[in-house]
């Protein structure tokens, strides 16, 4: 839904909001921004204001220079540029891949003007890398989608990142992304018109419980991975937590409360492989993500994911996918081409 009101200079934020009117919100959108994320926060909006009978939410959807811009997967939307932007109440950054590239100058500023008025913003998937750049998370609480937590916390080393589904730390709200947008969306809809009406609005989405911010993002390892050893599934998760700095097998084993030969014995009879061919595994698909998803270097991946040089990245890559980095990054940039090409729809 687009929407034309009274327009602001960048950051004008009327104090309070007037009983009786739509609450306004701004969904900024980047290149490549996820649609799943954009869908999660808008359509709650949408159910409320229908389970209402009345418009309680309006949204805008905005973008540095308006027009349409494409999601990741492809989809085209059209946005108004924040130039443009009308009275709002609050604003979301909705980003998703290639975040390290991202660094606008018109939208960070814009950010700064509206933060300086004291707006609420926040913060969907990878935009949290948004808001840190602009220095709006400064001595704040956030989160983001747990595939980027590393890469974030090397770039902000001072900000507290967390695991959690959604943040809110004063007037800045950060979510995890994907479906975790709708629990922030409903956490928002209760504050606004009641428990009751945010609940109804779960079930419109099959939406049978409405998560609490503290929750965590992935599903648990045992579920993953089919194990009911809480001994294998702490060691995975040492294994999923150190890519980069790579943990010695026999310190797993211990950090695990197994000996080393107990670990090598219960991989081989869960997973048919060795201990350390099961954590090299975990540091290459960790690899090909950011070889497919992201625009660093070759050699910069092979250094976050563990390995010496980006030729020791490419053989083991090689080995296990059949194919080298720098193939498979050509590859996923001729398939985005495509879909871009194909015009796979518009909002």
Known sequence: MNWRGRRHPAGMMQQGIDEGRPIRVGLLLLPQFSMMALASASEPLRAANRLASRKLYDWCLLSEEGGIITSS?????????????????????????????KRPK???????????????????????????????????????????????????????????????????????????AI??????????????????TAEQFLHTRIRGPEEQQRMAIQWRYDIHDARLAAAI??????????????????RSNLSGRQLERLWHQHFEMT???????????EARRLV??????IAAIALRCGFVSASHL?????????HSPSEE???????IRFSSDQGLGSL
């Not at 922030?184 to 209760?190: F, K």
């Not at 009641?194 to 109804?200: I, V």
Request: net charge negative; glycine share 8%.
């Open 73 to 101: 997967s492809g989809f085209e939307t059209r946005t108004i540029s924040i130039s443009e932007t009308p009275q709002l109440d609050r604003l979301f950054v909705v980003a998703s891949l290639d975040i390290e590239s």
């Open 106 to 180: 018109p939208v960070l500023q814009f950010l700064r003007k509206l933060a300086v008025n004291g707006m609420p913003i926040g913060a969907l998937s990878t935009g949290t890398f948004i808001l840190a750049r602009a220095g709006l998370l400064t001595g704040k609480r956030c989160t983001l989608h747990w595939e980027s937590l590393p890469q974030f916390a090397e770039e902000f080393p001072d900000i507290e990142v967390t695991r959690e589904l959604y943040v809110r730390d004063g007037n800045r709200w950060t979510c995890a992304g994907g479906t975790a």
């Open 183 to 200: 629990d922030l969306m409903l956490a928002q809809i209760s504050g606004d018109h009641g428990a009751q009406l945010a609940a109804d």
């Open 237 to 254: 998760d040492i294994m999923e937590q150190n890519v980069e700095y790579i943990v010695p097998i026999n310190d797993i084993a211990k």
């Open 275 to 285: 201990p350390q061919r099961f954590y090299l595994n975990i540091r290459l698909n």
């Open 292 to 297: 497919k998803e992201s625009s660093e270097t």
């Open 314 to 322: 490419g053989s083991a890559y090689r080995r296990l996918f059949g």
């Open 329 to 335: 990054r050509r590859k996923s940039m001729a398939d």
